[in-house]
């Protein structure tokens, strides 16, 4: 579907409207948000994007309305396993409740820029060069393993070393100035640890465009459907945080429901490749037609059903190593 100019220009206001509101509202004035106001605003942009998605459908027919739920879905997922990273590195910094906001609020407008521009130059490939499909599925392969075999560990791991390595390139103070960004230490200039935080997320949040990106490729190739399920996905990502920021460590089988997920796209992804092949090596570099397309219906409950499983798997584990663990103390 052909995108008008004036929609797009429409929705990239709306969306840094959304972004503005939250700053004013919220942020500028630094404070811990409460369970209920997290609740609440929470509810308040997954309703605004699941109306965003209703209205695609009504206005532009039921596949492309498919194609954004399950792209919407999975990148929220995807969100929501970052907030673990976010956690990691908010807790090596030691960053006060109530300036995490802002530290997060920069960073989701981080990741919004770097995505528009790989979500361009995904768009750009994959129109000039089919072949972009094998590609983007083997690194769907790839990333799923990472998921299972090296989980938050690894990711905590990386972000100590990108940490201490964000220390030695940039001049930092050792102690926060309230919620400024550079502050004056024995008449020198140097930027304050919560600088260095929204360096280290939003340096974060353009790895994680590594991986969500081609996932929703795989899910469709519509540029503004790619754009929108990102930019939705991630506006309210701040409240989810605290929100769920508690129960982040309970959900243990996360990483594992995300690997089949990414793995499931990496197959939908290579059968369409194959449908619409190209490459001279491959069937004389003719499509292979009996090749099955998986259908976007398919696509979206599949996705809903893994991360429901993944969940409620995660919250019985959870709940029976708690209890193991008060019955040994006692």
């Known amino acids: 579907m052909e995108t008008p100019f004036l929609v797009w220009a429409l929705t990239i206001v709306f969306v840094l409207g959304l972004l503005i509101f939250d700053f004013y509202s919220h942020v500028r004035t630094p404070h811990e948000p409460t369970i209920r106001e997290s609740a609440t605003w929470s509810i308040v942009y997954i309703g605004i994007a699941v109306l965003f998605g209703v209205g695609v459908g009504v206005t532009s027919g039921w596949q492309l309305g498919g194609e954004y739920f399950a792209g919407y879905i999975t990148e929220k997922a995807l969100s929501v396993d970052n907030l673990f990273v976010f956690l990691i590195i908010m807790t090596s910094f030691a960053v006060p409740r109530i300036y995490q906001q802002k530290v997060l609020l920069v960073g989701i407008a981080i990741a ?116 929108t399920a990102n930019a939705f996905s991630l506006l309210g990502l701040r409240q989810l945080y605290f929100l769920i920021s508690g129960l982040l460590e309970r959900l243990v089988y996360l990483a594992q429901g995300l690997a089949v997920i990414l793995a499931f796209i990496g197959v939908k992804l290579l059968f369409h490749a194959l449908h619409v092949n190209e490459v001279p090596f491959i069937n004389g570099g ?38 193991r663990d008060e019955l040994a103390a006692s």
């Open 112 to 227: 919004l820029v770097s995505r528009g521009l790989f979500i361009a130059l995904g768009v750009t490939i994959i129109e000039n060069f089919s072949w972009v499909f094998y590609l983007f599925g083997f690194l769907l392969f790839w990333l799923a393993y990472s998921q299972v075999k090296g989980g938050h560990d690894e990711a905590e791991e990386g972000d100590s070393r990108l940490i201490r390595i964000l220390r030695r390139i940039v001049p930092t103070s050792a102690d926060y100035d309230e919620d400024r960004l550079t502050t004056k230490v024995d008449g020198k200039r140097l930027f304050t640890p919560l600088f260095l935080v929204m360096l280290a997320i939003g340096l974060t949040d353009v790895l994680f465009a590594l991986d969500s990106i081609p996932a929703i490729f795989g899910l469709t190739q519509d540029a503004y459907i790619v754009f």
């Open 286 to 323: 003719r499509p292979i037609e009996w090749i099955p397309e998986i259908p976007i219906w398919f696509s979206l409950g599949f996705i809903v059903v893994t991360i429901l499983v993944a969940t409620v798997l995660s919250l019985r584990k959870s709940g029976k190593d708690a209890k």
